[in-house]
């Protein structure tokens, strides 16, 4: 694996939407339920109090609009990984969609375990946004990306921010275990 840096920082801002997305609804969401108070058959919610409306709309929102902003900033530097402005944004918009499905999908899987809103699960959690957001923006073929060194160097920034940012939630006294 060859990791060069020019490379590893156009990844870096190249999953910026995704992690706006994620982080966005703490802050932007509450209101009613995405599952409407619905439950699954085995007798938990379909996603839980944890994921609303507003605040999947909120992701998908930060998401493109960080992608917006990129797409002034990118074009015609040499981080660039499209030409034109409007793909970032599209592509924003991608990875903001993909993270919040992911999280459904993460919520999705938690209650069929049987865990709380809020138990958390470094997978799930974690690793599950970031493959739907990958997975998402792929058809768009951003210049450089995708290639082994770029995601797992992902993976590993993603791990570490959440680490990172549990333990600082922590001690603002946000969050009363540091993991
Ligand atoms: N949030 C929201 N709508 C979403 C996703 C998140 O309103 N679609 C808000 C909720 O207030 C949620 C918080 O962001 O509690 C943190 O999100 P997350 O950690 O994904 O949810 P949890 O509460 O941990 O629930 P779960 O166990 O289902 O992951
Ligand atoms: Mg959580």
């Known amino acids: 694996m060859v990791f060069s840096v020019d490379s590893l920082f156009s990844a870096l801002l190249f999953i910026l939407p995704a992690y706006f997305a994620n982080a966005f609804p703490v802050v932007a969401g509450g209101g009613a339920p995405i599952d409407l108070g619905a439950k699954f058959k085995d007798g938990n919610r379909l996603f839980g109090d944890g994921k609303t409306i507003r605040g999947f709309l909120a ?4 998401g493109t609009a960080i992608g917006a902003i990129l797409g002034f900033i990118l074009p015609g530097t040499a981080f660039a990984f499209f030409d034109s402005p409007i793909t970032y944004a599209i592509c924003g918009f ?19 375990f049987g865990m709380k809103r809020g138990q958390s699960s470094l997978l799930l959690d974690q ?7 990958l997975a998402f923006a792929l058809p768009l073929s951003p210049r450089g990306i995708y290639t082994i060194e770029n995601i797992v160097f992902l993976a590993g920034i993603t ?10 939630a922590n001690r603002l006294g946000m969050k009363k275990v540091p993991w």
């Open 59 to 62: 992701g998908v929102l930060a």
């Open 94 to 112: 991608l990875l903001g969609l993909g993270t919040m499905l992911g999280d459904l999908c993460g919520s999705f899987i938690k209650r069929r």
């Open 127 to 133: 690793l599950f946004f970031l493959l739907f957001a």
């Open 159 to 168: 791990y570490v921010a959440h680490i990172g940012s549990n333990f600082i």
